[in-house]
């Protein structure tokens, strides 16, 4: 998704073409700013979805099986503190699906409120 604007620009037309088309069906438009809401909530989830899994959480963090046969650690299982150190505390990294969910989202949410209102 390397065009991220056009991608988000033309979700919230097309959630204005539902919109229209269920306004047209007889719906309210209490119930069509729950659905827009509701789809920004979840576009917004995945957005911050996105962003954690760039984030390094388990940087550091081995898992170790049990090994009932071998005392010694394993080659390679420690991790130098400063390696994670400097991998923990890199700057946030906000990707292209992350900008799609957030910014779509963001709209669905403003147009859900003034369906609303």
Same mark, same amino acid.
């Given at each position: ?11 919230? !037309?097309?959630?204005?073409?539902? &919109? ?5 069906? #007889?719906?309210? +438009?209490?119930?069509?700013?729950? =659905? ?5 909530? !979840?576009?917004?989830?995945?957005? &911050? ?5 760039? #984030?390094?959480? +388990?940087?550091?963090?081995?898992? =170790? ?53």
């Amino acid at each position: 998704m390397k065009n991220w604007k056009r991608a988000a620009t033309g979700t919230v !037309a097309a959630g204005l073409l539902v &919109a229209l088309v269920m306004k047209i069906l #007889g719906q309210s +438009f209490m119930t069509i700013g729950n =659905l827009l809401f509701m789809v920004g909530l !979840a576009l917004i989830v995945f957005g &911050a979805i996105c962003v954690l899994l760039k #984030g390094h959480l +388990f940087t550091g963090w081995r898992h =170790l099986w049990h090994r009932k046969d071998k005392v010694e650690p394993l080659p390679g299982e420690k991790v130098p503190v400063k390696h994670v150190a400097s991998v923990k505390n890199s700057p946030i990294v906000v990707n292209t699906f992350a900008r799609f969910g957030l910014v779509s989202g963001a709209c669905y949410i403003i147009l859900g409120i003034v369906f609303t209102i």
